[in-house]
């Protein structure tokens, strides 16, 4: 009898200690910020992980991000934009105490089309003069492409305004 309750104490005991693991999604391609998906200077880099994790002390002091989780994987690296072959998997270790933790694992997406990153804008790439343009298409083509290289510094709703006003919509 002492045998049986000693293996139910140690059984109870190491299930309270394990921690589950739930896969959410792979996803071919995930970011949080805006780049041109066209661009011919993208680039795979290495591969990052990224977590949100909140402490459980009886019960969850908060709800993991997964947005969080997604930036602290891209911020890993300057010139990233976002990340492929992603997999999101949603953690818990919890008995008592513990934590509940959404993790991001992906390949990074670099553009070296950004400032400082390789690409023409850290060659001192600059549009031609107005006066050399021949057509209203190339203004706007120049004027959308220095856009799109500023584009990490303006806030989402000024580029989108800039964009409108660009194209004139």
């Keep these: ?29 995930a970011s949080t910020k805006n780049f041109n998906m066209n661009s011919n200077a993208l680039e795979t880099g290495r591969r990052v992980e990224g977590k949100d994790q909140v402490a459980v002390v009886l019960f969850p002091l908060g709800q993991p991000n997964m947005k969080e989780a997604i930036d602290r994987a891209v911020e890993k690296e300057r010139c990233a934009v976002g990340l492929s072959n992603v997999v999101i998997n949603q953690e818990a270790f919890a008995f008592l105490v513990g934590y509940v933790a959404v993790s991001v694992e992906g390949n990074l997406i670099l553009d070296r089309a950004l400032p400082g990153c390789g690409g023409y804008a850290s060659q001192g790439y600059q549009p031609a003069p107005a006066s050399e343009q021949t057509s209203p298409y190339r203004s706007k083509e120049a004027q959308l492409q220095q856009l ?22």
């Design 148 to 169: 799109e290289q500023q584009q990490s510094t303006l806030s989402y709703e000024e580029y989108q305004r800039r964009y409108r006003e660009i194209v004139g919509q």
């Design 1 to 29: 009898m002492r045998t049986i309750s000693l293996a139910l104490l140690s059984l109870a005991a190491t299930l309270t200690l394990t921690g589950c693991s739930i896969r959410i999604a792979d996803l071919t391609v």
